[in-house]
C-alpha cells in the first residue's frame, strides 16, 4: 500500500507517517501545496499513491475571521482540488475535520452524533465544512474524521507547541492563567488519533467519523488536571468565554459521540505527559 500523506510536518502528521505500514510518501507544503492546484496534481499523479491522508490545514482559528479567504482557500477550495485529483486518481482520501463544524446549537449537552446536522459559529468551522463537503461529494472512497483540541509531542506549528506545553510554559514562568471554564470538549492526544487512523483506513468503512479521546472536559478542567499530573503549582483562574474576548467564537459544547472508542482523555494526558517527560530526560 502506497500512502502520500499531506501536511505531514503538522503535529498530527508527524506521529501518523510513522504508524503507516507500507510506503509513505510524507509531503510537506513545498512538495504539495493545497492552494496550487497544478502541481499538488503533478505530484500526487506522479507518486500513484493508493491512499492520500490529509493532516494540512489552516489552523488559525481567530484570525480566519478577518482573512475568511485564505481559510477557504485552503481548507475549502484546496481540498476540493484534493479531492478531484483523488477522484481522478482512483486512490481513497483520509481527511481531518473538526468539532469546529458544530456550535450554533447553544442549548447542546448531549454528545454530537455525525448524523447530527453541522452548524459552524466561526470562518474556520465554515471552512472546514466546506472541505467535508466536498470531499463528500467528490471521492467515492473516503474517510472524513472530525476531532478535536489536539495536543502532540511535535506541537502544532502553526500555533507554536499546544495547549498543554502553552500551560506549562506560562506556570513555569510564574504568569497568572484566566482559562475559559465554559467550552466543554474532549482534549485529544494526536497519537491515539493516529493510531485509529491507521486502524479506520485497514477497513472499508467509508464515511463520515467522529474520533476524539473518550470523556469530556471544559478547557479549566483541562488545564487543572494539567498542573495536578505534572506536579506543577499555577495560579489559575476560571473564566467566561465572553471575557476571554477571542476573534471568533468557540462552541459551548462540542463533544463529539464516537463509534470507536479511544482511551479517557485523562489516561491519553498523562500517557502525554509520560513520553513528554522521557523525551526531556537529559
Ligand atoms: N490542532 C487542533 O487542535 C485540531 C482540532 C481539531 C481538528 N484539527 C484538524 O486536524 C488536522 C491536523 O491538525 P494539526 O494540529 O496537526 O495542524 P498543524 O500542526 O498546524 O499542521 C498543519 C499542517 O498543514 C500545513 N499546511 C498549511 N497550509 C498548507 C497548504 N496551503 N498546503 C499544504 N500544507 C499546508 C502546515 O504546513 P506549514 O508547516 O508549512 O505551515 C502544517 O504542516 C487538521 O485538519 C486540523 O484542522 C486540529
Redesign the pocket.
Known sequence: MKYAV????????RDLCPRLAGEVVPL??PQ????HAEMLRATLTALRPDVVV??????FVDRAESEPEAAMA??GW?VRALAEICRDLDCSLLH?????VFGLDEARRTPYKTEDAPGPLSVYGLS?LAGEYVVRAIVPRHFVVR????Y?L?G????GGNFVETMLRLAGEGKPLRIVADQECTPTF?VDLAEAAVELMKTERHGLHHLVNAGSCSWFEFARTIFELAGVKADLTPVASAEWKAAARRPGYSVLKCQTQLRPWLEALAGYLRQRSQRLRP
Open positions: 499531506l501536511g505531514s510536518a503538522g503535529q498530527l502528521g510537506a507544503r504539495a501545496d493545497l492552494t490529509n493532516c494540512a490545514a489552516y489552523n485552503v481548507n484546496g481531518f475535520s473538526t468539532d469546529y472546514k476531532t478535536c483540541g489536539l502532540g511535535w502544532a506549528g502553526g500555533k494526536t
